[in-house]
């Protein structure tokens, strides 16, 4: 009889242990699941802490594009459909995008479609050469320097309004930028800024204008024989969009 109870006893006490083991891993495992939550909360919170260090000079659309590249784990591609040369101010803002926001967030393509004025782009399809890099965000040059010795004024913005139509159809972030500064007997080079600005302007599309950093004397800044852009020209437009897209200035 003693045997009994004594197994009795056993077994209650056994059992009691499984059911405190069985309590306590069932309490702990919300715990975990809360604790890793929370990581992973104060991870987010973090990284969109580190973003907003660099998007104060950008546009909200932009910034929440950035924040859901990040989370989403997928790189954003900006394509920059512009008169200068690869290796000019887009690879200088290529390599400061992945400075900054690091090798996983910006997938930078550059168009250079040269000495191409509005009319040839327009023929040449650009738009569509634009999609086929399938872009996210363009950041589009109207090509004043290359208009003005070709076209009227007039002629350019009537091209510029067409050629924003038909990225806009695109149906992606558009952004504009005026050319680099030009020498016109014509039209002052700030003429053709606030008339581009004032087409974007009527069109809802965002407008870059690195006309202001640009000194009253360009001798250092742009090649006297072809009029472009100097290696120290094309260094100052590419600090201000590193600037305007990282808040980093740089001064060359």
């Known amino acids: ?14 059992c009691g242990a499984v059911m405190y083991a069985g309590t306590q ?17 104060v991870h987010k919170e973090k990284q969109f802490s580190d973003v907003s260090a660099y998007t104060k000079n ?22 920059l459909a512009t008169s200068a040369k690869e290796t000019g101010w887009p690879q200088q803002l290529k390599k400061e995008l992945e400075d900054t926001y690091g090798s996983d967030v ?9 000495s191409q004025t509005t009319g040839e782009l327009l ?32 002629d350019t913005l009537k091209n510029t309004v067409e050629l924003i139509h038909q990225l806009k159809d695109l149906k992606k972030t558009l952004m504009l930028q005026p050319s ?6 014509t039209e002052s080079y700030e003429e053709g800024v606030e008339a581009i600005r004032g087409v974007a302007e009527e069109n809802w ?5 690195h006309s202001l950093i640009w000194p009253f004397y360009l001798g250092e800044y742009i090649n006297k024989n072809d009029g472009r852009l ?8 590419g600090a201000y969009l590193v600037n305007w897209f990282t808040d980093k200035e740089k001064i060359y």
């Open 205 to 209: 599309v965002h407008y870059l204008n």
């Open 1 to 14: 009889m003693k045997a009994m109870v004594g197994v009795n006893v056993a077994a209650a006490v056994l």
């Open 123 to 154: 023929s040449s399809h650009i738009a569509d050469q634009i999609n086929q890099l399938q872009p996210n965000i363009i950041l589009f040059e109207a090509p004043l320097k290359n208009d003005y010795q070709k076209l009227t004024l007039d």
């Open 106 to 114: 910006f997938t930078v393509k550059t168009l250079s479609y040269g």
């Open 25 to 41: 891993h069932w309490q702990e495992q919300p715990e975990a699941q809360a604790s890793e939550v929370k990581t992973a909360v």
């Open 230 to 237: 100097t290696k120290k020209g094309g260094e100052v437009w």
């Open 180 to 185: 680099q500064p030009y020498i016109s007997q």
């Open 58 to 79: 950008l546009p909200d659309f932009i910034t929440k594009q950035i924040v859901s590249s990040i989370a989403n784990k997928k790189p954003l591609t900006l394509v």
